[in-house]
């Protein structure tokens, strides 16, 4: 038997992995927690309300209601149609944050994994930067197949930048802007609980996570 054939017959299957296995995935579970999170957040609100009923808690204050903008007639139609998609946009609802905060924490697992694992045969990171290139380096490569286009740094502020984000890359939606961007910001919780993950457990704890999606 030549020594290849001792090799493979001896040595353990090397694992194969699809290339788009991390996209699929993340999409199979923005999809699966929000689903989740409704019957969680219809389940808990029943239970208030039951609460409310037998008298066990006071109701909830009422809501105000919304401002509505008069329109001027300096106004355009584009303007005043940007001004409501943009308001539209930063209005996170109640199941989009229990599903962003689910996602970042499964993130924060992952992220400290991955980090102990590609951290292993290396020695201590003894500087900042150390770390961070780190992260722009190996994360980025292991998790979305590439490394960070831009590394920029202004009194030990590190700035990561992406121009094609593969979580994100092709999103889009029929109803325009405001939904992709706040589509993103789901799409985006893991990748960022990923590498809150992988700082803290290299050490680095103050980090904010994404900015300009």
Known sequence: MSSRNSLQVG????????GAVMDYF??????????????AT???????????EAGLIPPPAPIPPLKKHLPNARDSVT????????????????EDEAVRLRLESIGLHVGAKFAERLCRDRPLFTET????????????AACWDKQV???RT?????????????????????????ESL????????????IIKGSLSRLGTFQVKLPKNV
């Open 129 to 140: 930067l150390d770390a961070i290139k780190f992260i722009c380096k190996d994360i980025w």
């Open 182 to 193: 706040k589509r993103a910001k789901l799409y985006v919780a893991m990748p960022a609980g």
């Open 79 to 94: 303007s005043l149609g940007s001004r409501t998609l943009t308001s539209k946009a930063l209005v996170f609802d109640e």
């Open 42 to 52: 219809a389940r808990s609100k029943k239970i208030e309300q039951e609460m409310i």
């Open 11 to 18: 040595g353990p299957p090397e694992p194969y992995v699809d």
């Open 154 to 178: 202004n009194h030990r502020v590190y700035v990561l930048q992406d121009n094609s984000f593969k979580p994100i890359s092709r999103l889009s939606s029929w109803e325009g802007r405001a």
């Open 149 to 151: 286009d831009n590394l």
């Open 26 to 39: 993340v999409i199979e579970m923005v999809n699966s927690i929000r689903a989740s999170s409704a019957v």
